[in-house]
């Protein structure tokens, strides 16, 4: 195993995802996060939506084009807080992988996050498959994270729901390994809508 990776998986490496709950708050104010229950669903849908709505990004930025993924992957969010969010996560990513690193990855129109991360871990030397499996865990992480922060669960309980995703997590990665950019997709509907109504919310902790 390719020990740079626990570093990069560390929420001590500053990514810019702890400030985001990837709509979660959104879906908590919404009476839609309830408990236990209600989060696993939502995790489970947020595996999905990440492995054919980000990581086909990532793969076209790792290993072709990373401008042109990044053209695409703006034009595919069309959810504004997403979009915004998705570049904001996107510039701390490549500040923190350059800091690290010491190389700095190519310019981005945008800077979205999944493109950014795939460039810059190209640049590293890490491969695809870990860059994948790295970015996934990583979303799914930060939600579950913005969840205990939103006090819908403890963090034992955050960590025995975290390791029940894990054959979740490898069936995703398996099932999506070779789709590009003209493949993504929104499976998850409710997570992106939800998301939509970050900036009206009375009160937030986060910033999507």
């Given at each position: ?12 490496f500053?990514?810019?995802?702890f400030?985001h ?11 839609l996060?309830s408990?236990?229950?209600?989060l696993?669903v ?7 939506h ?5 990581l ?22 069309s959810?504004?807080?997403?979009n ?9 990513f ?7 690193f010491g ?9 979205h ?6 460039a ?19 979303a799914?992480?930060?939600a579950?994270s913005a ?10 309980a955050?960590q ?5 995703l894990h ?22 509907p409710l ?13 937030r902790?986060?910033?999507?």
């Amino acid at each position: 195993m390719d020990s740079r990776l626990l570093q990069l998986a560390d929420s001590a490496f500053p990514a810019g995802a702890f400030a985001h709950s990837f709509g979660f708050e959104a879906l908590r104010q919404l009476g839609l996060l309830s408990g236990e229950e209600a989060l696993t669903v939502r995790l489970r849908e947020l595996v999905w939506h990440t492995a054919l709505g980000a990581l086909p990004f990532l793969h076209d930025a790792h290993g072709g084009d990373p401008a042109a993924a990044d053209r695409a992957c703006d034009v595919f969010l069309s959810n504004h807080v997403a979009n915004r969010a998705s570049r904001a996560q996107g510039r701390a990513f490549l500040l923190a992988a350059e800091a690290t690193f010491g190389v700095a990855a190519p310019p981005l129109p945008f800077a979205h996050v999944a493109v950014a991360s795939g460039a810059a871990l190209a640049i590293a030397a890490i491969g695809l498959e870990d860059a994948r499996q790295l970015f996934l865990f990583g979303a799914v992480r930060s939600a579950l994270s913005a969840s205990v922060r939103l006090g819908v669960l403890g963090p034992l309980a955050a960590q025995r729901l975290l390791y029940a995703l894990h054959p979740l997590l490898d069936e995703a990665l398996a099932a999506t390994g070779g789709l590009t950019a003209a493949d993504a997709c929104v499976p998850a509907p409710l997570l992106d809508t939800a998301q939509t109504t970050q900036d009206r919310l009375y009160s937030r902790l986060f910033q999507s």
